[in-house]
């Protein structure tokens, strides 16, 4: 009798090893997932300052054509300076209908709040940007420039 009840006591052993690895699994898995998951940076850990290039106008990539004021231009390259004493300035090249390049820069005045920047534009409106890790999104007038340190 005693083989017999070796074998089932065994096995009764060998099942409860099982599900108790099969229960803790999951467990273990989400411990390892919640290690890793990336937490975004607080709004006072965010620095701005930097140079950014033009990425892309209205989820195009640069160079590109985009529609702006009824004429279709084609953006060459462009940067955003976010400088640490509440200025910042653009500059972009691009080609209008009539042939050639321009280039047209602007300054203007900005203040923060988080990850928000509110840009007051010399002779002109007002502008709200993003900074999310490397990366400035602002909406000028219905286009959508993204930039990148």
Same mark, same amino acid.
């Given at each position: 009798m005693k083989p017999n009840q070796n074998k089932l006591n065994c096995k009764r052993q060998h099942t409860t090893s099982r599900a108790l690895l099969l229960g803790l699994l999951p467990l273990c898995l989400a411990l390892v997932w919640t290690g890793?998951?990336?937490?975004p940076a607080a709004a006072a850990d965010i620095n701005p300052v930097g140079t950014y290039a033009l990425m892309s106008v209205n989820t195009k990539q640069v160079p590109c054509a985009v529609q702006h004021e009824r004429a279709e231009l084609t953006v060459?390259?462009? $940067? /955003?300076i976010i400088n640490a004493d509440g200025t910042c300035s653009s500059r972009m090249v691009f080609s209008?209908?009539?042939?050639?390049?321009?280039?047209r820069d602007v300054k203007a005045t900005y203040t923060?709040?988080?990850a928000t920047l509110t840009m007051k534009w010399e002779g002109?409106?007002?502008t709200i940007g993003t900074v999310e890790?490397? $990366? /400035?999104?602002?909406?000028?007038?219905?286009?959508?420039?993204?930039?990148r340190k």
């Open positions: 890793c998951k990336h937490e060459k390259s462009g $940067t /955003f209008p209908p009539s042939g050639g390049d321009v280039t923060r709040q988080g002109a409106g007002m890790g490397d $990366t /400035f999104t602002m909406n000028n007038e219905g286009m959508v420039l993204a930039y």
